[in-house]
Every structure is written in structure tokens, then in C-alpha cells.
């Protein structure tokens, strides 16, 4: 596969459910993504990763965990989420930060019941 | 706080029409501005990047601009095509923090 691939591409759960997306980048980049689109308003980056170090968390509600095991793999662990966390939560991989351009996946749509 | 507004919110044009999106951003204090277009329910696919220090990015059709002191892009679509219907949102990256636009829907009709 090429490009940045995330599953699964849909998932539904309840509040008490724990829960992963994945994401993975066939790039070679350093740097990984964590965004959230919810409706109606734009889009909110989450997490950033560079070299698996996390460099920012833009005050994300700790029942939303990442993990960065290596360069490609991306993680975003849920736990006792809200229906209000349901939304588009995107991936993406650059380069590196700051000058580079982001790639995206396709995302995963998650409905929290 | 970077605030990032794309105007319009939506536009609707007859097919081969040349169109312009425009983006402004608060602080000029920029690496880049990225373009994006997205289709319903999909992750986004970038379209152009255009670094601080650069005026334009030039791609096919598509021609974006930078004027960074006013806090403004602009993208230019030449003879759109019904292909081109899509959200397209515009992005400022600085301290590893990326704040993006609302997006611009556009419908290209046949």
C-alpha cells in the first residue's frame, strides 16, 4: 500500500467502550498527525509526533491517548468517550515539521452512542 | 491565537469559469499555507504548498498566492470542471501547531 492508510474506516461504540484507530504512512516521513473534524467546525489538530517524540497536545480531554510506537505507526486510544467525540478523526504524515507538506488519510468516522 | 476565515463559504459556477477562493489568517507569523481540497466524507488531498518566503505555487490549473504581510492567500481554479466540486480548505502552519479555515464548498455545474 502507498500513501497513509487508517482503520478502521468507520466504528461505532459506546461511552464505556475502550477503543484504537490505527493509522500507518508508507512515506518514509518523520512526522505524524493526529486531527479531529467534527461538523460544522474546522478542523483541529490534536496531536503532533515528530521521530515518535510527541511535540504537541493542543489541550486533547485525556480520555484521548496517543502512542507512536515507530515512524510509521500512529495510534489514538479511546476510553469512556462522549457522543460529542464523534466526528472525523484524520491522520496525516509529513517530511518533518514546519516546512513540509502534510499528507492525509482517509480517516475514520467515529460515532460514539 | 491564529484564526484562519475562508471566504466564500460556498460557491456554485457554471463549468469553465475561472474562480478565486480566498483565505486570511490573523498572524503573519507563518512557515507555510497549505491548500487542501476535500470530498465529502474523505481525508483531504493537499494541492499546494507555498512556503513563507515564497509569493505563488503553480499547479495544472491552480495558481496560489501568498501576500504574507496582509494575512492573505488566494486560489485560483482556471477552467473548472465539474471534477473540481469539492470543499477546499486553506492552512497555516507555525509552531507545530496547524490551524485551518472553515473551507470553501464548491459546486461546479455541467
Known amino acids: 500500500e502507498t500513501g497513509v492508510t487508517q482503520t478502521p474506516r468507520h466504528l461505532v461504540m459506546g461511552m464505556t467502550n475502550k477503543k484504537s484507530l490505527k493509522c500507518e504512512q508508507h512515506?518514509?516521513?518523520?512526522?505524524m498527525y493526529w486531527y479531529k473534524q467534527s461538523a460544522k467546525k474546522p478542523l483541529e489538530l490534536m496531536f503532533v509526533y515528530s521521530l515518535e517524540e510527541r511535540v504537541e497536545n493542543n489541550s486533547v480531554p485525556s480520555r484521548f491517548s496517543p502512542e507512536c510506537p515507530n515512524s510509521s505507526h500512529l495510534f489514538l486510544h479511546l476510553h469512556t468517550l462522549q457522543p460529542e467525540d464523534s466526528a472525523l478523526y484524520l491522520c496525516?504524515?509529513?517530511?518533518?515539521?514546519?516546512?513540509?507538506?502534510?499528507?492525509f488519510g482517509p480517516g475514520t468516522r467515529l460515532t460514539v452512542t | 491565537k491564529q484564526e484562519v476565515t475562508q471566504i466564500p463559504a460556498a460557491l456554485s459556477v457554471p463549468e469553465g469559469e475561472n474562480l478565486v477562493l480566498n483565505c486570511s489568517f490573523t498572524?503573519?507569523?507563518?512557515?507555510?499555507l497549505q491548500w487542501f481540497r476535500q470530498d465529502p466524507g474523505k481525508g483531504l488531498t493537499s494541492l499546494l504548498l507555498?512556503?513563507?518566503?515564497?509569493r505563488e505555487q503553480t499547479s495544472g490549473r491552480l495558481n496560489a498566492s501568498l501576500d504574507k504581510s496582509s494575512g492573505r492567500s488566494t486560489l485560483y481554479i482556471a477552467a473548472s470542471q465539474p471534477g473540481d466540486s469539492a470543499t477546499y480548505l486553506c492552512a497555516v502552519y507555525n509552531n507545530n501547531d496547524m490551524r485551518f479555515g472553515a473551507g470553501t464548498r464548491l459546486t461546479v455545474k455541467p
Open positions: 507555498i512556503q513563507s518566503s515564497q
Open positions: 496525516a504524515s509529513s517530511q518533518g515539521l514546519a516546512a513540509y507538506e502534510q499528507y
Open positions: 498572524d503573519s507569523a507563518i512557515y507555510n
Open positions: 512515506l518514509g516521513h518523520n512526522a
